[in-house]
């Protein structure tokens, strides 16, 4: 079964540099997403794209991130300096288009710690 | 804007009983409705899902849940726990008609004792 994948597993990172979360989303799908979950807490929303654009974005991605998909599979997410409280999992997801359902199937998470 | 309520933060069961975590939702039209669990450290695992039809939809590892249109409700159920179901529940809610995001609760974290 196609799934969504991401690397890296987990990613430590001292505070104030950039880090680029990669994930590739299921080969049909058009619709990507980037969810965040800081410990203990639940999961939101940071961003969602489609034809090469943000489609929609939280009060969460300010300046500091950014999403792009550099080529026909990848789709990543950059931090361009991090800061502790960028310490979280990190959800890719990825939807089809033109059903009738908006089904995301979500990868396993990158665990990023901000030193 | 939805969302979704799971008023138990922390619920504990014996193996072997029933269980029924609660969730309701706010949303103006009917919405799509999900249930996620999480292990420790682990990514989101889809249990099951309801879009249309059916109000009781069966879910892997034996879950089920019903949507209740007038209670704003979609509780998880499952008839008897396995030691191997502690983990952290999630329930969500999608927007019918776009590719909007899907909103989070707070989740239920499950412990299982024996």
């Known amino acids: 079964e196609p799934e969504v994948t991401q690397t890296p597993s987990h990613q430590v990172t001292q505070m104030g540099q950039e880090v680029i979360l990669r994930c590739v989303p299921i080969s049909n799908h058009l619709y990507f997403y980037w969810y965040r979950q800081i410990l203990g807490q639940k999961v939101e929303f940071l961003v969602s794209f489609y034809n090469n654009e943000i489609s929609e974005k939280s009060e969460i991605f300010d300046d500091q991130f950014s999403v792009e998909r550099p080529d026909g599979s990848n789709f990543t997410l950059k931090i361009r300096s991090t800061k502790l409280e960028d310490s979280a999992m990190y959800f890719c997801a990825s939807t089809q288009v033109g059903t009738s359902y908006n089904e995301q199937f979500f990868g396993p998470g990158t665990r990023l710690t901000v030193l | 804007a939805q969302s979704v309520t799971q008023p138990d933060i922390h619920i504990t069961v014996s193996e072997g009983a029933s269980l029924e975590l609660r969730c309701n939702y706010s949303?103006?039209?009917?919405?799509?409705l999900f249930w996620y669990v999480q292990s420790p450290g682990q990514g989101l695992q889809l249990l099951l899902k309801?879009?249309?039809?059916?109000?009781l939809v069966q879910g892997i590892k034996g879950f089920e849940a019903e949507f209740k249109r007038s209670q704003s409700s979609f509780n998880l159920r499952k008839p008897s726990v396995h030691w191997s179901d502690a983990a952290e529940y999630f329930c969500?809610?999608?927007?019918?008609?776009?590719?909007?995001?899907?909103?989070f609760g707070i989740g239920t974290k499950l412990q299982v004792i024996p």
């Open positions: 969500a809610v999608g927007v019918r008609g776009g590719y909007q995001k899907v909103t």
């Open positions: 309801y879009f249309s039809g059916d109000t």
């Open positions: 949303y103006g039209a009917t919405p799509y």
